[in-house]
């Protein structure tokens, strides 16, 4: 029991312990394992808190590298970026930093290295089907290939409560991780990913996966779903229009973004446009090609050899897209390249990522903001995670500049999670995340694979600290 007393002494413990830091430094441990003393786990508590807050990592001069970032189109030579515990407190030329400046700080040589913000996924999946030292080392492939923020667009919120816990006080090497809490209508509920992710509760009654019928309660569930610990709320699978709207206003109104599927059924694309992002580009071809379907199935897929971007519906939904302010995570990665596609296994009637290409080189060329996100995972052998195919896949298949798709895959991803405030582009104020690169990714968009060192909130990642062992992954039929 406590007592107020036993507050205080601890209450003037932590203000020692702040006004005189050295009281904090633990012994150098040496000799056989004991355990801690009070005093000792007091210590290691506040070193913790420091980690935590970036003090432990000073402050840092990233010196004479040139940096590719979004709040300036071209890229600007022979630049120091000084880092302040976990953030970026000035840009400056090498020529404007004084000695004083120089004196305060380390001074990590950059020169002739290319600097970028943090990647961020805007679509990948931690815990559809909870297994901690299967995702963690997925998140640790992605963290030191310069990824330092995921969006997870649901999976069991307990675990991606927990898993989000450790990256954000680097216990285990990770990006930062946002995650959702999902809202659908009942009939997903007998999804076998939903049960996975609901276990031991039941899916469709839980604050992090929710039935939505006219009967619910929407400010109470959106509500519940903040609880969570989610950053957003992900509309999925079927959902009549004005259930749809209702949900992206009240969540509106609470400040908490709203993350659709292109379309939810029997709605229509057009429903949820005004949500913070929709998801999968090739989606819209149901309602073109299809639109008396009223249900969500894999089954009763369009031609999509039908569908060409002049199609005067998607040049309608691309010009409402863009009038919306939403912003688009078109997945690329899901559609396989049609050379890639068989007829065998039913891929025929899949939408090839060339038509999918096409249908994001539109909306991008209409001015709507796209994100980059993999909704899928690179091989367990690749080194390298899906986002650097995804990136590619913008330049390659929806003619994207690679300026372009590093905007998207660190500005435009960043709006999508609601924290454009706080990373996306190398700006004073933003949170430290920023990669540095050996080669220059504006001149091959491949270069991306050139990581020296990822920093997330000030924290150094170095690649060659990185020895890639082949990821098993159970989910997928290990
Ligand atoms: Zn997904």
Sequence with gaps: MSTIPNRLALLTAAILLVAFPALAQAPAPSGPVRPLSRDEFRAQVYRQLDTLAGRATGRVIYAGVTIISPDAPNPRHNMAIIVAGDRIEAVTPMAALDAKAREAAEVYDATGLYAIPGLID???????????PNAEQHLRREIYSGVTAVRDMAGDVRALADLSRSALINDIPSPDIYYAALMAGPSFFTDPRTMTASL???????????????DTSIPLAVAEARGTGATGIKIYANLPGPLIKAIIAEAKRQGMPVWSHAQVFPGSPLDPLGS???SHICMIADWVLNPDKQSYSHADAPDYSKLTTANPNVQRYIAALRQSGSVLDATLSVYPPRKDLTATNGDAVRCPRELAGELTAAAHEAGVPVTAGTDSTSEGTDPWPQLDEEIESLVRFAHFTPYEAIV????????????????????????????????????????????????KRGHRFRRADYSHRPIVDPELGQ
């Design 408 to 455: 998207a895959a660190t500005r435009n991803s960043a709006i999508a999670l609601g924290k454009q405030d706080q990373m996306g582009s190398i700006e004073p104020g933003k949170f430290a995340n920023i990669v540095l690169l050996k080669y220059d990714p504006l001149t091959d968009i491949g270069n991306l694979r050139s990581v020296v060192v990822t920093i």
């Design 200 to 214: 031991g509760l039941t899916p469709g009654q839980m604050p992090g996966m929710r039935a939505i019928t006219d």
């Design 122 to 132: 805007s679509h990948v999946h931690n815990a559809t089907t909870p297994n901690r």
């Design 276 to 278: 913070t992002s929709v």
